[in-house]
Every structure is written in structure tokens, then in C-alpha cells.
């Protein structure tokens, strides 16, 4: 019996087909994969993605910041009005806990926060850029009448430099004895800061106004403060109804008497 052998060139044409075969089959399979991974990652961005739109305001604007610049060099971040408003806020209420918060988020540094602050104009002093501010509510309709609080409050004593104005800070602003602004040896630290803020009759908003720092200081003194004060005040459309001493009970009677 005499067996038919296949011809050489249609055995190699089906292995050729073969090989291609399994080719297109290791493609398919491939891209198989390929499509099921981005299913899976599509279906997770998706969850993110409803994450994000039932976050809170503050939240989503965390996230937008940390896709932003957490991967930046911190030379190379750039950070939002929010974001800088926020961590000023968050680092006056602890700076440990501040701290503590950018080991988790990508914030600021406290010298970044400094030399944005160093920016605005709040040297001791009547602060007109809040007066403006309290203006600016006032024009959106908000109460113009409001009460000035006088307050005297305990610091840390220290000296410190404002290279943006090239002055030393802390020191009595009114000595008894007076002395040269650039006499630092004979200079007397301040104890305490006097403030002044404003609180409107409808509790809406509170701000301070003006403050300096000082170890005493007299009751004529006090009432030209407060005197200089409420005109300011005027000038911003703010109507004060009523002065209150708080925290001052045994020096509060002269200086009601000066300004009567």
C-alpha cells in the first residue's frame, strides 16, 4: 500500500498559517488583558470621581491641591488664594498642629506663611487695611454699627526684625523714659499688646482695628488712642455705639473721664 506524502511547500504554507494563527490569537489575548485593566482602572477613577463631588468645599479643594503639588519639588508648588488663607488660618491656631498637618498635606511652610503675611500691612498701630475690609462689608449691606472693645493682653517678650520695613519690633511704644528708635540696649521690651476691635451689633463679624505694644500706659494716653481710633473709625463708615474696657477694671474710670 503506497502512503501520499504532503508536498513540502502546502506543509510549510499550514505551519506558516499556524504561527500566524497563534499570533493573532496571543494578540487578541493581549489586548484582552489590556481592555480589562483600563475597565478596572476606569471603574476606580469612577469611584474617585464620586468621591470628589460628594466631598465637602474644603475637601475637594485639599484634593485639587495635592493632585497639583504633590509630586512638585517645594520650590516648584504653587498654591492657591484657598489653600494660602487656609494654612495662615490652621498655623494661628497651633503651629505644632500645623506641623503635624503637612506631614499629611502638601501646605505651606511657616516661612512661606511669613513672608506672604509679611505682604500686608499690619504693623503695630491703627490697622486701616481691616477698617477698609470692615468698609467693604458695610458697602455688600452688612450692619455699619458696632462696638469698640479695648483689651490688654499678656505676651512673650522678644524682639523680632521686619526686613520688609527694616524695624525692630517689640519694644514699649510708649516708654516713660523716652529713647532713641535705634537705642536697643536702653530700649524696654513690651509685656503686653493693647488692642482695639471692632464687633458688629449683629455679632456678623469681629475685627481687629488696632494694637500696640507697650509695658503701661497712662489714661490720657489711652483716651488719645481711642480718641484717634474712633475717628479713623468714622472715616470707614463705621458708627460705634459704645467703647467697652475689657480685661482693664482698675484703669478704665480716668481714661472714661479723659474721653468724656
Known amino acids: 500500500m503506497q502512503v501520499q506524502t504532503v508536498p513540502e511547500t502546502v506543509m510549510q504554507t499550514e505551519i506558516t498559517n499556524s504561527a500566524k494563527l497563534t499570533d493573532s490569537l496571543n494578540a487578541l489575548a493581549m489586548k484582552t488583558v489590556k481592555i480589562k485593566e483600563l475597565y478596572v482602572e476606569l471603574r476606580k477613577y469612577k469611584e474617585e470621581l464620586a468621591k470628589v463631588h460628594n466631598m465637602s468645599y474644603v475637601a475637594s479643594k485639599l484634593f485639587e491641591n495635592e493632585k497639583f503639588n504633590h509630586s512638585k519639588p517645594a520650590n516648584g508648588r ?8 487656609l494654612s495662615v488660618n490652621l498655623s494661628f491656631y497651633s503651629q505644632a498642629g500645623y506641623e503635624k498637618l503637612r506631614t499629611i498635606f502638601t501646605l505651606p511652610s511657616l516661612t512661606s506663611i511669613k513672608n506672604h503675611l509679611a505682604k500686608v500691612g499690619c504693623a503695630s498701630g491703627i490697622l486701616k487695611n481691616a477698617l477698609a475690609e470692615i468698609q467693604h462689608k458695610i458697602s455688600e449691606g452688612q450692619l455699619s454699627e458696632a462696638t469698640l472693645s ?24 510708649f516708654p516713660s523714659v523716652p529713647t532713641a528708635e535705634n537705642d536697643k540696649k536702653n530700649g ?51 458708627t460705634v455705639t459704645s467703647v467697652v474696657f475689657d480685661g482693664l477694671p482698675t484703669t478704665n474710670l480716668p481714661h472714661i473721664w479723659v474721653l468724656i
Do not use: Q
Request: hydrophobic letters at 40%; proline letters at 1%; aromatic letters at 16%.
Open 188 to 238: 524696654s521690651v513690651a509685656t503686653e499688646a493693647l488692642v482695639y476691635y471692632l464687633v458688629s451689633l449683629d455679632g456678623r463679624w469681629k475685627t481687629p482695628v488696632a494694637y500696640y505694644f507697650t509695658n503701661h500706659v497712662d489714661s490720657k494716653r489711652r483716651a488719645k488712642l481711642t480718641t484717634e481710633i474712633l475717628v479713623e473709625c468714622a472715616n470707614f463708615g463705621v
Open 150 to 173: 479695648l483689651d490688654g493682653m499678656a505676651i512673650k517678650k522678644g524682639i523680632h526684625w521686619d526686613s520688609k520695613l527694616k524695624k525692630y519690633f517689640g519694644f514699649d511704644e
Open 78 to 85: 504653587r498654591y492657591t488664594d484657598f489653600i494660602r488663607n
